[in-house]
């Protein structure tokens, strides 16, 4: 690992991060009006904080690098992390890549080794030596306990590596030396740490999960199984697919409307320019009046936030909320799109764990 020196570095270089005209160095946050400009910065070597733009480009392209969250990196007990792509020894989607899912196209050994570079990189492994050539030898990852997801609002809490894998999109622990995670490529991964009685959770939010309220419900099952209250929570919301690219149909905004009384806060519209119409208004002509005809409209929506809204209605303040503005799909040559790689691609992962 290369150690970075700079505490901030350059943005990505100048070019259409998205394809949607937005200028290098800009990402949206959830106000769709408010391009924000943010910075990332090295905290030590190949990590990155993730409350900003992660520069895609750096010195060494393939540098292993991993996210952590601004308001979770302070906990000495807990082990966190976001992957990206990079650094990695995958090589069926792009060569380096750190696919961290049994994907189909992947081998699992290469999988494992990926897993296991990832975990040794957040400080997920046991460390009995001291020395640096006793941790050469004797590290080896903890644990490590994923889901089949399903896009539901199941949660599992855990004490010990299940027999057989589980199905859900939530799993809680407060065993120290268990890891949960959960693995996405669009869809947005969630942490949540109670600080007080050291208990984590990590949630799948893609819209579905995100409409049956994976996140808010899990606030609830944290003071189930361990009496957390939400003003000692604190939670992040990983890199996901934004709103400046996540296209949904009506259906979906049909499904929010139906029971989030602040639905249409979660939504933009885009009207489509069409050349065509605009060229020959006359072949639309309809009821309207000539040229008036309604544009198709795009329907963007904003996952990130709605989870936001979640954490907020179960008791969370909002200062305890971090959520990364890194759109999947705009960075995919840091991050996994499912979208941006049409349905061919890898995983990456959101891990939370208690040190002893
Ligand atoms: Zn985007």
Redesign the pocket.
Same mark, same amino acid.
């Given at each position: 690992m290369t150690v970075l020196k700079s505490s901030r570095l350059p943005l990505v270089e100048d070019r259409n991060i998205?394809g949607?005209g937005f200028p290098a160095g800009m990402?949206?946050s959830g106000d769709q009006n408010l391009p924000i400009s943010a910075c990332a910065r090295i905290t030590s070597a190949g990590r990155v904080l993730y409350d900003g733009l992660v520069p895609v480009k750096t010195s060494k392209k393939n540098q292993r690098t991993v996210l952590v969250a601004k308001n979770l990196s302070p906990l000495s007990w807990l082990v966190h992390g976001f992957s990206t792509r990079l650094g990695g020894s995958s090589c069926v989607y792009h060569k380096g890549d750190l696919n961290l899912g049994f994907t189909k196209d992947d081998s699992r050994a290469v999988v494992e080794r990926n897993r296991s570079t990832f975990l040794g990189e957040i400080g997920a492994s046991d460390v009995p030596g001291r020395s640096r050539e006793a941790r050469k030898k004797t590290s080896f990852p903890w644990p490590l306990v994923t889901l089949r997801q399903i896009h539901s609002d199941i949660i599992h809490r855990i004490d010990a590596l299940p027999g057989a894998e589980l199905a859900g999109d939530g799993l809680l622990t407060a065993t120290p030396e268990l890891l949960v995670a959960i693995q996405t490529a669009d869809c947005f991964p969630i942490i949540l740490v109670d600080v007080k009685r050291r208990a984590v959770g990590v949630f799948h939010a893609g819209w579905r999960g995100t409409a049956k309220r994976v996140v808010e419900k899990g606030v609830g099952e944290m003071f189930r199984h361990f009496g957390s209250r939400p003003r000692d929570l604190r939670a992040a919301i990983g890199p996901g697919?934004?709103? @400046? @690219?996540?296209e949904v149909g009506e259906e979906v905004r049909t499904n929010f409307e139906s029971q989030f009384e602040y639905a249409n806060e979660l939504f933009r519209e885009v009207k489509e320019s069409d050349p065509v119409r605009e060229r020959y208004p006359l072949l639309f002509l309809t009821a309207c009046a000539p040229g008036h005809g309604e544009l198709p409209v795009k329907i963007f929506l904003d996952i990130a936030e709605a989870n936001r809204r979640q954490l907020l209605a179960a008791g969370l303040p909002a200062k305890n909320i971090e959520i990364s503005t890194l @759109?999947?799909? @705009?960075?995919n040559d840091l991050l996994f799109s499912h979208r941006a790689e049409k349905g061919r691609t890898g995983r990456q992962m959101a891990v939370a764990g208690i040190r002893e």
């Open positions: 998205d949607a990402v949206f697919i934004q709103s @400046c @690219c996540y @759109c999947t799909k @705009c960075n």
